[in-house]
């Protein structure tokens, strides 16, 4: 993932170590262990012990496009480390980031992203939702809201979430608001640029996307 072998089974092993200590004192306490950066993918040698719960934070990867876009770098690999998790554990937690850790200036609401992602999360065993955000309710209130709602019950339809937050929010500006975030969201989504800072900017925030935002 970060241009670096995987260590994830070298990590299994210590922790492995930890969980079996532990469980013989506290055998129903679950153990958060963080899947990230170059321990990011599943292990290949080592068994997980079960109360180990994986922590998946897909920092290294891209963060606007859902993870069904193969046209994305990278891609294929999350939705292959989500479903490994999955299939090796009792449970697994979503470790998301709710703003563009890249560059904070321009909006990116991630409605698409969350929409698509979090069906996919919940499906592979994912029981425990611990998004990243910072002070950026202006411009993330739809997708964390979202993350909220479905962490309480996956079943839910991400668009009926949104639409009913636009119409309790905006009251008679909802309309206008939904048009507003549905096409500064298409222009992250629907932009084939995958860097995510200030580099693609030229390419996705042209000055007619600007007028018409």
């Not at 321990?39 to 290294?60: F, N, W």
């Not at 929409?115 to 592979?124: G, R, T």
């Not at 065993?125 to 997708?143: L, Q, R, S, Y």
Request: charged share 20%.
């Amino acid at each position: 993932t970060n241009g670096v072998m995987s260590i994830t089974d070298r990590l299994m092993v210590l922790s492995n170590r930890v969980a079996t200590k532990v469980a013989a004192k506290h055998p129903d306490l679950p153990l958060g262990l963080l899947a990230y950066a170059q321990y990011i993918r599943a292990p290949v040698r080592e068994k997980l012990h079960p109360s180990i719960v994986p922590v998946i934070a897909p920092i290294a990867f891209n963060r606007f496009h859902p993870m069904t876009d193969d046209a994305v770098p990278g891609n294929k690999d999350v939705r292959r480390l989500v479903e490994g998790w999955g299939k090796m554990s009792k449970m697994t937690a979503a470790y998301y980031y709710a703003f563009n850790l890249a560059e904070t200036s321009a909006p990116a609401p991630l409605l698409t992203k969350w929409a698509v992602d979090l069906p996919i999360l919940y499906k592979n065993g994912c029981k425990f939702w611990t998004p990243e955000t910072m002070p950026n309710f202006d411009v993330m209130m739809h997708a964390l809201h979202l993350g909220n709602r479905m962490a309480w019950d996956p079943s839910q339809k991400p668009a009926d979430i949104y639409a009913d937050l636009d119409t309790k929010f905006y009251g008679a500006a909802a309309q206008q608001m939904t048009a507003y975030w549905t096409f500064v969201d298409d222009v992250w989504v629907k932009t084939p640029e995958y860097s995510g800072c200030v580099f693609g900017y030229m390419r996705r925030w042209t000055p007619e996307r600007l007028a018409k935002a």
